[in-house]
């Protein structure tokens, strides 16, 4: 399974970014997706999920503002990020994982990161 996302740069507080995961050597369509986020020093968490449904779950953190999507099509999954703000700097990955209940739990397949940076 492999995992490319895209997207990531240095926005200015208040703008706006799209993140892209290209999922391949799985059947995307049959997966559920997520975006996760880490920042120095804290811990890797859930930003984002997405069941193979379409149903969607978010942070706190960010309702609101992001909004997870995918495209069974094309094998991708997006973050629309609105709002920014300095909070939201971090490198962002894409994420197979499942859902059990309510509750999205990752695989163990990872995109490479992509960095967004928030600031003035």
């Known amino acids: 399974v492999q995992l490319q996302a895209s997207g990531g740069g240095l926005v200015q507080p208040g703008g706006s970014l799209r993140l892209s995961c290209v999922t391949s050597?799985?059947?995307?369509?049959?997966?559920?997706m997520g975006w996760y986020r880490q920042s120095r020093g804290v811990q890797r968490e859930l930003v984002a999920g997405i069941s193979s449904g379409g149903s969607t779950n978010y942070h706190d953190s960010v309702k609101g503002r992001f909004t997870i999507s995918r495209d069974n099509a094309k094998n991708t999954v997006y973050l629309q990020m609105n709002s920014l703000n300095p909070k939201d700097t971090a490198v962002y990955y894409c994420?197979?994982?499942?859902?059990?209940?309510?509750?999205?739990?990752?695989?163990?397949?990872w995109g490479q990161g992509t960095q967004v940076t928030v600031s003035s």
């Open positions: 994420n197979v994982g499942i859902y059990r209940g309510r509750y999205y739990y990752p695989e163990p397949y």
């Open positions: 050597g799985t059947i995307f369509s049959a997966n559920a």
